[in-house]
């Protein structure tokens, strides 16, 4: 990255502000603004980079990446996974397999000081970690930025200091570490009450806070119920030769066409299982076996059993570098 970022990027950051999935009512509308602005995020940031989870929103983006990085001709940026030690069975696979399909560079970003911590301790999710046992970048964090003031914190995700350590400081080194000036993010409008005011390109320019860099939302114009219609008649038709061309939904794992196994398609398996987001092992709950794209998206909360979702806690983390 240059020293004069972000002068050298030339985007509208209003672009987005104050609209709604329903300013674009179709599914062609959608991607083809997915297009745009992966596109523009492509050819305008030196070292831009894809934040993959493995969850279903993060995939779709990805997916738009190397589609259009083949297309027009860019280099795919590399995809950062952030290792919070409490995911999915098999998530990891699921990311590496689709990497390497794909032709991604992967790496991960971990906060380690609190991984070594964990792993010296043979700690458990929930079980109590002493802030005078980290490092001082992490206790700097903890004390001055966070201002808690207890004497240990519990090893969990979705708490304040846990989201904050395992993914916001892990987020903010590796951007630095890998002088990352685009952070492409595949975060939807109606995913969460404190997403909904984000535009397209979204500055993060505050060296007190983050490393200065621009986040990059191709997919804030879809709803929960566009992204699978995009997966099962456009992601998964375009990648596995054997799927129908004209697309498909199947109700169960055993219900994919002929030929094709849950192996074959970019879908997690937990979303075949019932779940329709993916936090962490610990906390995140299905409240039903169907597959999540057949269940009653409009009239349920996709993120229920997140405890970072609740009351504030989004928004402060937010404040802070989260997604």
Not at 11 to 36: C, F, L, N, R
Not at 188 to 211: G, K, L, M, V
Not at 248 to 265: K, N, Q, R
């Amino acid at each position: 990255m240059t020293d004069d970022f972000p002068a050298y990027v030339d985007v509208d950051y209003t672009d987005g502000k104050g609209e709604t999935p329903a300013d674009y009512p179709s599914i062609q509308h959608k991607i083809e603004k997915a297009i745009e602005v992966t596109r523009r995020g492509l050819e305008q940031y030196e070292n831009p980079a894809v934040m993959w989870t493995g969850g279903k929103d993060s995939t779709l983006t990805l997916y738009f990446i190397n589609e259009v990085a083949e297309e027009f001709g860019y280099d795919k940026p590399t995809a950062v996974f952030i290792d919070h030690f409490q995911h999915f069975e098999k998530i990891t696979d699921f990311v590496e397999h689709w990497a390497d399909e794909w032709g991604i560079e992967l790496v991960y970003a971990r906060n380690d000081d609190v991984g070594d911590y964990v792993d010296e301790h043979g700690l458990e999710p929930g079980d109590d970690i002493p802030v005078d046992a980290l490092s001082e970048h992490n206790r700097h964090h903890i004390r001055n930025i966070l201002e808690y003031e207890e004497d240990t914190f519990p090893f969990l995700l979705d708490t304040y200091v846990g989201n904050h350590l395992l993914k916001t400081v892990a987020l903010n080194d590796a951007l630095e570490a890998y002088d990352i000036d685009g952070v492409i993010s595949g975060v939807r409008w109606d995913e969460q009450e404190a997403r909904a005011d984000e535009t397209f390109f979204s500055p993060r320019h505050d060296p007190d806070i983050y490393p200065p860099h621009d986040r990059i939302h191709p997919i804030l114009q879809f709803t929960e119920r566009d992204v699978w219609e995009a997966f099962w008649n456009f992601v998964v038709p375009t990648t596995v030769d054997e799927f129908p061309e004209d697309g498909y939904v199947p109700e169960s794992a055993d219900d994919l066409p002929e030929g094709v196994t849950i192996e074959d398609v970019p879908i997690s398996p937990k979303y075949f299982a019932g779940f329709r987001s993916l936090g962490s092992e610990v906390s995140t709950e299905k409240t039903t076996q169907e597959p999540a794209w057949l269940q009653d998206l409009e009239n349920t909360v996709e993120r229920a059993g997140r405890a970072q979702d609740k009351e504030d806690l989004m928004e402060r983390l937010r404040d802070l570098g989260y997604m």
